[in-house]
C-alpha cells in the first residue's frame, strides 16, 4: 500500500527446548505430636496422596491403618517417579490428605516450582492458629505433620536415584 512501510519481523526465537528429566517424590514420615485427645494417646491414621496427573495411592497400601501414638514418628520412605508429562511449567501440584480415624484435616497442597533448579524437602502441619482461633483449649490441640521431599535426576547424584521408586502412569 501506498504510504505504508512494512515492517519487516525477526523470526520468532525457537522454543527452548527441555530435555525431559526424571522427577521423583519421596514421602518421607508421619508424626503425630499429640492428637488432641488426651484420653486416647494412640491414634489410627493413613495417607492419600494425590500426583499431579491424578493419580491416588493410600499409605498403607490397601487402606489399612497405621496404629501411632503421641509423640511417635511412622517411617514411609516411599518413592514415586512423577511422569515427564505431568510436569508443566517446571512445576506441579501435589495433595496429601492426612486421615485420622475421628478426625477431619484441610489436606496438604503442595505447589512445586522450578522443579528442575532445585531438589528440596517440604513439610506440612496442621493448623494450630486457626485450632486457637476456634478456643481450643491446649491439651486438646491437633499436632501433627507430614514430610515429602522432592527431587531430580538433573540435582542429584547417580547414586542417589532410587533403584525401587514406584512409576505413575
Not at 477431619?104 to 528440596?120: A, I
Amino acid at each position: 500500500m501506498p504510504g505504508f512501510a512494512e515492517t519487516a519481523q525477526a523470526p520468532a526465537a525457537p522454543a527452548a527446548v527441555v530435555k525431559p528429566y526424571r522427577t521423583f517424590v519421596q514421602i518421607q514420615r508421619y508424626a503425630i505430636d499429640s492428637n488432641g485427645d488426651p484420653g486416647n494417646p494412640i491414634s489410627n491414621v493413613r495417607i492419600e496422596v494425590t500426583f499431579p496427573n491424578g493419580s491416588k495411592v493410600q499409605l498403607p497400601e490397601g487402606g489399612q491403618w497405621w496404629p501411632i501414638g503421641n509423640g511417635q514418628v511412622q517411617e514411609i520412605n516411599r518413592t514415586f517417579e512423577i511422569p515427564f508429562t505431568a510436569v508443566t511449567k517446571d512445576g506441579f501440584r501435589l495433595q496429601i490428605q492426612m486421615q485420622r480415624k475421628g478426625s477431619e484435616m484441610l489436606p496438604c497442597l503442595f505447589d512445586v516450582s522450578q522443579v528442575s533448579q532445585f531438589n528440596r524437602a517440604y513439610t506440612c502441619h496442621t493448623d494450630l492458629n486457626w485450632q486457637i482461633s476456634q478456643n481450643t483449649p491446649e491439651d486438646k490441640l491437633d499436632r501433627e505433620g507430614i514430610q515429602i521431599r522432592v527431587f531430580t535426576d538433573l540435582n542429584s547424584k547417580p547414586k542417589e536415584i532410587p533403584t525401587d521408586a514406584i512409576a505413575l502412569k
